[in-house]
């Protein structure tokens, strides 16, 4: 599996994690230097972070991949900046959507409670499935019959 790495570099015992968790070697680690200019344009940005991967149209579609996004405090925990950090993580996984045909798998990060010097492990792998949850609203919707709620904007 190749790994999209957009956050620090991640050690080995954070890619055995990885392996561990999904069930499959990580063959290769690309990590993908994202540093954004708060004052230029985002989507150029993130279209370049995502060329910077290097990766074939084919190969998006048929290398199975996991990513690891931006940390939201990648942009030195300052607010208006951290609003950035989300927005560019949104827009990547919504770009590599339209490449690939599907979210990728997403691996979040956590601190290790009580590590000194802080440290990170894989807190989890999260796969998003936009039709799965698209049929959970659905019957939600019906269960409760909240399409009137649609109707008024809620």
């Known amino acids: 599996m190749l790994l999209l ?13 990885l392996a561990a968790l999904t069930g499959q070697p990580i063959a290769e680690v690309r990590d993908i230097p994202t540093q954004l200019n708060p004052v230029s344009a985002c989507g150029r940005q993130i279209t370049a972070l995502i060329a910077a991967a290097g990766l074939a149209p084919e190969q998006w579609r048929t290398t199975p991949l996991i990513v690891v996004p931006p940390p939201l405090n990648f942009a030195a925990g300052l607010w208006m900046l951290n609003l950035q950090c989300n927005l560019a993580a949104a827009l990547l996984l ?11 798998p997403v691996a979040r990060l956590r601190s290790v409670v ?4 802080l440290r ?7 796969t998003l499935d936009l039709d799965d949850l698209e049929r959970q609203w659905r019957s ?5 019959d909240l399409e009137p709620l649609h109707r008024l904007g809620w």
């Open 94 to 104: 919504g770009e590599l959507r339209q490449r690939i045909g599907h979210l990728p």
């Open 114 to 117: 009580g590590a000194v010097p």
């Open 5 to 17: 790495n957009y956050a620090h570099p991640l050690t080995a015992d954070q890619c055995a994690q």
């Open 140 to 144: 939600y919707n019906a269960l409760y």
């Open 120 to 126: 990170y492990e894989v807190g989890e792998v999260v």
